[in-house]
């Protein structure tokens, strides 16, 4: 039999194509992104260094037109650069052209861009070693770590009760976060929602707000649940169960995005519909990187609780901050050696508890 060329022609031309829509989309993207790298290197030149650090201002000047000025600026170098396929953007993306002139340049203007964010940061922070061994800082120094080693145990029972408090706190969170958490992680995985344009639509809806979700900090989220159900463990834990939810359904998602497909095709192969599909090709190989992300979530939930106790979230962490307010450095001694204590222990479970699994 002989073969049709065109036939075989056909998925070479298909392939052709895809590649260049890819290198167009890139190209967008290479723009945008040196359009940024510009724009942050002469915001941060202008602001921080030649404001900052050269005229020493306290007060920066801040003016809208300014601002465009420079982004519009920005917008043509950005533009200009990214159309020579020279610049660092088009080298992340894979547009870039090999030769020295894109070597040059991406090792230039990486260096340069690391280095002006290393100094821009110096100056935003006002890093400085004469503060840090200063008298007057070292003698704080000595009155906290003298207080580690002088503990008042007169607080230790109620101390004992709130670290309780705080261990139960994570633990809720994260045996709560269990159920929401293994059912977002299926609809968030990009292996399994790509095969129409409305799976893959939730999909990206689903990333997006959970992608929100897990930049907000749980400090912030217990100032929110505090505000709203009231100040108490019942906030810290609401606000550790709705971060735990948001971090280890990405955890989750990408465990099953790097999945064999090996078994998922085969069990497809014999008919089995999607949800036969994910129960006996996906499931058996995700139980334990699933059993090991919700342990180490527990560990951090640990440490987390500890600090939402600062802005009324329970636990530990607010008898911390009521003797901190009152500088009562002995009692606070106690509670940071109860605190560290406790979460080294933590840890060792946690950690004995993962290799057992693997």
């Not at 890093?127 to 007057?136: A, M, P, R, T, Y």
Request: aromatic residues 14%; contains cysteine.
């Amino acid at each position: 039999m002989i073969a049709d060329p065109d036939i075989e022609i056909l998925p070479q031309k298909i392939i052709e194509r895809n590649k260049q829509k890819q290198d167009k989309f890139n190209f967008v993207k290479a723009i945008l992104l040196d359009i940024f790298f510009v724009f942050y290197s002469l915001l941060v030149l202008k602001r921080a260094i030649y404001y900052k650090f050269i005229l020493e201002l306290r007060d920066l000047p801040f003016s809208w037109g300014d601002i465009g000025i420079l982004f519009l600026i920005s917008i043509g170098i950005g533009i200009l650069w990214a159309s020579t396929k020279t610049s660092l953007s088009c080298k992340l993306f894979g547009i870039a052209k090999d030769n020295k002139t894109t070597k040059w340049t991406v090792e230039i203007f990486g260096w340069f861009l690391f280095n002006v964010t290393f100094i821009a940061g110096w100056i935003v922070t006002k890093l400085s070693i004469v503060d840090l061994f200063s008298s007057e800082g070292i003698a704080g120094a000595e009155r906290i770590f003298g207080a580690l080693f002088q503990p008042e145990f007169g607080i230790f029972d109620d101390a004992l009760f709130a670290i309780i408090e705080t261990i139960y706190i994570a633990l809720l969170a994260t045996l709560i976060s269990i159920p929401p958490t293994l059912f977002l992680s299926f609809f968030t995985a990009r292996n399994l929602m790509r095969d129409s344009k409305i799976s893959f639509a939730v999909y990206y809806v689903l990333r997006v707000l959970l992608n929100f979700v897990r930049s907000i900090e749980p400090l912030i989220w217990a100032i929110i649940f505090s505000v709203w159900v009231g100040i108490g463990p019942y906030a810290g834990m609401i606000a550790l169960l709705v971060h735990s939810i948001a971090s280890n359904a990405k955890l989750y998602s990408e465990a099953i995005e790097n999945i064999e497909q090996g078994p998922v095709e085969a069990i497809s192969a014999t008919g089995a519909n999607k949800i036969q599909v994910v129960w006996y090709g996906v499931v058996p190989q995700i139980v334990l990187p699933f059993l090991s992300f919700t342990i180490y979530r527990w560990d951090i939930n640990v440490r987390m609780a500890t600090i939402i106790g600062l802005v009324g979230g329970g636990g530990i962490g607010t008898m911390l901050i009521q003797y901190q307010g009152l500088a009562k450095w002995h009692e606070v001694g106690l509670i940071v050696l109860m605190i560290a204590f406790v979460v080294w222990v933590m840890d060792y479970i946690s950690a004995r508890i993962r290799e057992a699994i693997y």
